[in-house]
């Protein structure tokens, strides 16, 4: 079945083919040429045929987001496919699904390689976007290590003293500094790398949003989620579909002025933490 003849695509890159990710490139990968990047062959399977089916022109690429080389071949293939005008990164683990040192690898470094492969290949006016966390605003890290952390290579990370004495020590903790590291990520990308290309990047940090993800925190933690979210402004869990909302308008072209920055989406989660109504166990 041949609908499409148009060979000069755009191209959408995707790492971690889960719930958000695809949302996200559902919004935006009409007409474009879409390339899925994902640990799991079942998953790129069964999402590629997905997508293939609701008529949208789809190459899947098995990739382990914590080799540098994979990640590379990854953006490569992407470049290979055409001008890559949209990278999304939502490969992660929870804190619930892993070890510290996953995270860090996983959440961190892997991100880092990411944006650091892509900031050779993407196409001029082209956007990036990493899903983060609102967890990213729960560990407040020292200016001067933040500053360490951005100066840092990605391959050198689990070297420096802060991410080996309080990143390693426990998952929660890895995951709140993984994902404030992704902000820090792209602030750096975006004034180097990504800059030079006239490419921005920027992150979500999303709250609750109900995913295979989130049901193994709810599964672990159940009674503090939902308190947590008992004490936010929207008192509910969020979507998929409402991150690709807002994920849509970052990666547009009504947003070619913002780069390096981050929009937290979380129901108010964070601003009742800030002002007394909900503390954090
Ligand atoms: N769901 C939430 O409540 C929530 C909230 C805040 C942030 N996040 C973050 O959003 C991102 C996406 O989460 P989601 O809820 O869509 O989860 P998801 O589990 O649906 O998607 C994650 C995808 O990453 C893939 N993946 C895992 N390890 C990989 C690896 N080594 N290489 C390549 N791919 C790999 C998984 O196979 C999966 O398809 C994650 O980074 C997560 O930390 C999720």
């Not at 148009?6 to 958000?20: E, F, I, R, W, Y």
């Not at 474009?32 to 079942?42: A, E, Q, T």
């Not at 994920?247 to 007394?276: M, P, Q």
Request: aromatic residues 6%; proline residues 3%.
């Amino acid at each position: 079945m041949i609908f499409d003849r148009n060979n000069q695509k755009q191209v959408v890159a995707l790492l971690g083919a889960g719930s958000m990710g695809t949302a996200i490139v559902r919004r935006i990968g009409a007409g474009r040429k879409i390339l899925l990047g994902d640990i799991s062959p079942k998953a790129l399977e069964r999402v590629g045929e997905d997508f293939r089916r609701s008529g949208y022109d789809v190459e899947t690429m098995q990739v382990n987001a914590l080799l540098k080389e994979s990640v590379e071949a990854f953006a490569e293939k992407a470049a290979a496919l055409g001008p890559v005008m949209y990278f999304i990164d939502t490969a992660g683990a929870s804190p619930n699904q892993a070890r510290p040192e996953h995270i860090v690898d996983l959440d961190m470094i892997g991100t880092g390689y990411a944006v650091d492969a892509f900031g050779e290949v993407m196409a001029e006016g082209g956007a990036g976007l990493i899903i983060s966390s609102q967890a990213a605003y729960m560990y407040p890290i020292p200016n001067d290590i933040e500053l360490q952390l951005v100066n840092t290579p990605t391959s050198q990370l689990k070297d420096v003293k802060f991410i080996q004495e309080v990143a390693m020590q426990d998952s929660g903790l890895a995951y709140m500094i993984a994902k404030r590291m992704n902000h820090l990520q792209a602030q750096r990308a975006a004034a180097t790398s990504w800059r030079k290309r006239r490419a921005r990047i920027n992150t979500i940090s999303p709250g609750v949003i109900v995913t295979p993800l989130a049901y193994d925190e709810f599964n672990a933690n159940g009674d503090g989620y939902q308190a947590m979210i008992d004490a936010s402004a929207a008192a509910r869990t969020g979507t998929s579909d409402e991150i690709a909302e807002a994920a849509a308008f970052l990666l547009g072209e009504h947003a070619r002025f913002i780069t390096g920055t981050d929009l937290l989406i979380d129901g108010g989660v964070i601003a009742s933490i800030r002002t007394g109504g909900f503390r954090l166990g």
